[in-house]
């Protein structure tokens, strides 16, 4: 059993070739400079936006141990005592921030299904127009109060409201071209693009540079993944064709 083209499981995977070491390594790369806490803030934000509820459940049930006992040596128990309880903190996280329930340390699979499916038919979805509309990206509590007697009540804690896009645009390169895309001269003003194609192991990523004097393409590059590699790339191949002058 192995993963093939497209993210598929198969039953005879391929052995890897150069190309896909090499694409293995970027992406561990790019998962190595990922900004998770970012990402899981964001991750909030929006699922507390579209009333989505995260309901994560650990099928290894009460466990004593984070890794395996075999065959290879495991850590010290203070590493994997460590690794384990960080592990079920981010599962009652994402529960806790999405008005979920987390079903960790608990051997009884059954009765926590009966009990996500309880929670999951028994809800009132309520919408309402909050006073404060400032987009400062603040965060809004909610809470809701009832009058009769006996009722618990459970809703989510709050949302993050939206920041103010507005202002003067932040200009890194001035815009030196001013949508003048017609040209008397060759390699005066160069344009370029990138595009994504789907193929059979995945998504193929294009960029090219174009001459708006012939129209003709003079340089371009290809990549499993978009990196700014990719854009120079297509620029130097445009560069060592065109040879182009400075004024």
């Known amino acids: 059993m192995g993963v093939g ?4 499981l198969v039953t005879n995977p391929q052995p890897y070739d150069d190309q896909s070491q090499e694409r293995c390594d970027k992406e561990q790369m790019e998962l190595a400079m990922a900004d998770n806490e970012r990402i899981i803030r964001d991750l909030f934000e929006d699922a507390n ?7 994560p459940i650990d099928p290894g049930g009460l466990r004593a141990f984070d890794s395996d006992l075999g ?20 599962l009652r996280m994402l529960a ?13 699979l059954t009765g926590q299904m009966r009990r996500l499916a309880a929670d999951l038919t028994s809800y009132y979805l309520l919408g309402y127009s909050s006073t404060n509309a400032r987009l400062d990206g603040g965060f809004r509590k909610i809470k809701v109060r009832v009058t009769r007697p006996g009722i618990d ?20 390169i001035p815009n030196i071209l001013q949508r003048q895309f017609t040209t008397a001269v060759p390699n005066k003003a160069w344009v370029t693009d990138i595009t994504y194609i789907p193929t ?15 129209r003709k393409v003079v340089g371009w590059a290809t990549a499993s993944t978009i990196r700014r590699e990719l854009v120079l790339d297509a620029v130097l191949m445009a560069v060592r064709r065109r040879r182009p002058r400075g004024p």
């Open 49 to 55: 936006r579209a009333n989505v509820s995260f309901y």
């Open 200 to 214: 059979w192991q995945g998504w193929l990523y294009l960029a090219i540079v174009m001459d708006l004097f012939s």
């Open 71 to 90: 065959p290879n040596a495991p850590p010290p128990p203070s590493v994997d005592h460590a690794v384990l309880v960080q592990r079920i903190d981010t």
């Open 5 to 8: 083209p497209g993210g598929t």
């Open 153 to 172: 009540v459970r809703a989510r804690h709050g949302y993050r409201s939206r920041r103010w896009s507005g202002g003067k645009p932040a200009v890194l």
């Open 96 to 108: 806790e921030n999405t008005d979920g329930i987390a079903f960790d340390s608990n051997n009884d």
